[in-house]
Every structure is written in structure tokens, then in C-alpha cells.
């Protein structure tokens, strides 16, 4: 999938999970199941896993899970990717959910200023800071 280039195309494919992951995978921006094999040596297969929240609802995380039924390990998609982001200490820091990175990578990408993006995503100003700056330096290094 190409990335969207207007508005419209990005949050038609940040409210649908499946694009969304999709998008994700096909840009090298998470591991693709096919790609990974468990630590028991068998290979992974895409899945998800649901998790309640404090308010009562759930949230539909992606996985890839292992194919052996003695195992079914399961990994995030996250692992080890541009989104297991860590801070300045090098403490992980992904509490975001990708969606909500997605978008302000977005954001960003629009030349945004740092405060707007945090009241459209409603996240801190730090936390804004933190990726913009993190974004910055992943940009440098290309």
C-alpha cells in the first residue's frame, strides 16, 4: 500500500484497522509474521489480542502468535520496531497507541506546530516533543 499523500486517504486508512496495519507492515514500519519465527523455532502467524481497559472498554492489539499449539507465544507487532520508541534515558516509552503515532507523525509531516499536535491527539506537549525530536533524529540519520 502507498502512503496516502491528502488528508482524506490518511484518516480513511487511520480508522480502519486493517489499512491501517496493512500500511504499516507494507512500509517496513512493523514486522510482517511471514518474516519472524518463534523462539521455539516454528513460524508466527498474524493474530490479535484483545485487552479491557480501566473504563470498561476494549482495545484489539495486533500480534503475531505462534503456529505451534504447545507454544502460541505471542509478540507484539511493536517489538523491536520504529514504534517501541524510547526516551532520552533509553526507558521505553510507548505507551501511544499506533494509531494515535500514526497521526502525529502526521501532523508532523505537515509542519504542524508542536502545541497543536498535542490538542489534536490530545497527548502532553512533552510527549509531542519527545517524538518530534525522536522523529527528527531518525530523518537525520537517512
Known amino acids: 500500500m502507498d502512503i496516502p499523500t491528502n488528508n482524506r486517504q490518511f484518516y480513511k ?3 480502519d484497522d486493517d489499512l491501517l496495519y496493512q500500511l504499516i507492515r ?4 512493523a514486522k510482517k509474521s ?3 519465527t518463534c523462539h ?3 513460524s508466527m ?3 490479535t489480542r484483545k485487552k479491557k481497559l480501566r473504563d470498561g472498554t476494549t482495545k484489539i492489539y495486533p500480534t503475531m502468535r505462534c503456529t505451534n499449539k504447545l507454544c502460541r507465544n505471542q509478540l507484539s507487532v511493536r517489538k523491536n520496531t520504529f514504534f517501541s520508541f524510547t526516551d532520552s ?3 521505553p516509552n510507548s505507551k501511544l497507541d499506533i494509531r494515535t503515532i500514526m497521526e502525529l507523525i502526521w501532523l508532523w509531516c505537515l509542519e504542524t506546530p508542536s ?7 490530545e497527548v502532553s506537549q512533552a510527549i509531542v516533543v519527545d517524538w518530534t525530536n525522536f522523529l527528527r533524529d531518525v530523518c537525520q540519520k537517512k
Open 89 to 91: 534515558l533509553d526507558r
Open 34 to 36: 511471514d518474516d519472524h
Open 26 to 29: 507494507d512500509q517496513n514500519l
Open 115 to 121: 502545541i497543536k499536535i498535542a490538542k489534536l491527539v
Open 45 to 47: 502467524t498474524d493474530g
Open 13 to 15: 486508512i487511520l480508522n
Open 40 to 42: 521455539c523455532g516454528s
